[in-house]
């Protein structure tokens, strides 16, 4: 079955970087485009970054463009979010997702806490 696990959260200082993985299993990951998404508490879950499946396009929320970069490795089936610059507005959980013919997957996310 597909599975979606997001590490790599943590707890860090204004101004410091983290990076998220989600390790995929249970389909084709080269074949399709993946997400990151979070959800601060009190808040709507909102879209982060974007990448297609071969990694060549990738799109950001405005707010974290030039702090923020989407990657993947599809020889081991893993999206990657480097997170650099944070902010206390950063702090959220942090969830990755696919959108599969069989239907829309999500992860169970990973809490990131900006915080002095």
């Known amino acids: 079955q597909v599975q979606l696990v997001e590490s790599g959260g943590g707890l860090v200082q204004p101004g410091g970087s983290l990076r998220l993985s989600c390790a995929a299993s249970?389909?084709?990951?080269?074949?399709?485009g993946m997400w990151w998404y979070r959800q601060a508490p009190g808040k709507e879950r909102e879209w982060v970054a974007t990448i297609v499946s071969t990694g060549a396009t990738t799109a950001y929320l405005d707010s974290v463009k030039g702090r923020f970069t989407i990657t993947r490795e599809n020889a081991k089936s893993t999206l990657y979010l480097q997170m650099n610059n944070l902010k206390p507005e950063d702090t959220a959980v942090y969830y990755c997702?696919?959108?599969?013919?069989?239907?829309?997957?999500w992860g169970q996310g990973t809490q990131v806490t900006v915080s002095s």
């Open positions: 249970g389909f084709n990951f080269r074949g399709y």
């Open positions: 997702k696919t959108e599969l013919p069989s239907g829309t997957y």
